[in-house]
Each structure stands twice: as structure tokens, then as C-alpha cells.
């Protein structure tokens, strides 16, 4: 069975850190781009992380580079989001996908094999 669960989600203080984890089965980790993505309210769902299959070179959006950490178990077939600094525009929902390319943020089957129901991260204080 395909499943892709994301946990960690919570709120934190503005110059805090929170760290995602995605459970991943079901999808061959070594075979996809593993992504976050986080949708605001209101907002379009927002790139954010990748990590590449093979040589496993990360990929971040500028609003994130430099605070935002992505990383990958393949043995424990876990990918994890280490978030640090964060700010209120960080709130949002953050999902976790298994991805054919990257950069995908389309609805599953036009370029991502699955994504996952999302961790609520909400940043305030």
C-alpha cells in the first residue's frame, strides 16, 4: 500500500525550529524526488524542498535556503524537513510528495506519484 504521512507539524515562536518527518510506503525511495510543499490559506500550493534520487542533491526555494534543512533515511524510508529561524510566513500546511521531477507542484499523477495529507505548521508569537 502507498502512504505517505507527515508528522511534526505544531506551533512555534517566531526564530524557532520545528522538524518534519514524512513516513514513507509503498513508493521505492531511491526512485523519486522526495518534496515539501506547503499550501497557506488562501494561498497556491508552494515548492519548497527537494531532495533527488541517485546522488540525493538538495533543491530549496530562496525564501527558505539557508533555514530550512531536507534530508532522507533510506533505510528507515523517511524524509525530514529540519526547519530552523522560522517566520510567520512559514505557516502553512506542509506536505510531503513523491515527485517525477522537480519543482512539481500539480495535483498527483500529472508529475508527483503521491502526496501526503500534510502537517500543520503555524508560527506566532
Known amino acids: 500500500q502507498q502512504r505517505l504521512v507527515e508528522s511534526g507539524g505544531d506551533l512555534a515562536q517566531p526564530g524557532g525550529s520545528l522538524k518534519l518527518s514524512c513516513a514513507t510506503s509503498g513508493f521505492p525511495i531511491l526512485d523519486y524526488y522526495w518534496t515539501w510543499v506547503r499550501q497557506a490559506p488562501g494561498k497556491e500550493l508552494e515548492w519548497v524542498s527537494s531532495i533527488a534520487p541517485g546522488d540525493s542533491q538538495t533543491y530549496y526555494s530562496d525564501s527558505v535556503k539557508g533555514r530550512f534543512t531536507i534530508s532522507k533515511d533510506n533505510v528507515a524510508r523517511i524524509v525530514s524537513l529540519q526547519m530552523n529561524n522560522l517566520r510567520p510566513d512559514d505557516t502553512a500546511v506542509y506536505y510531503c510528495?513523491?515527485?517525477?521531477?522537480?519543482?512539481?507542484?500539480?495535483?498527483?499523477?500529472?508529475?508527483?506519484?503521491?502526496r501526503g495529507q500534510g502537517t500543520q505548521v503555524t508560527v506566532s508569537g
Open positions: 510528495s513523491a515527485d517525477y521531477r522537480l519543482y512539481c507542484t500539480a495535483r498527483v499523477g500529472v508529475c508527483s506519484a503521491g
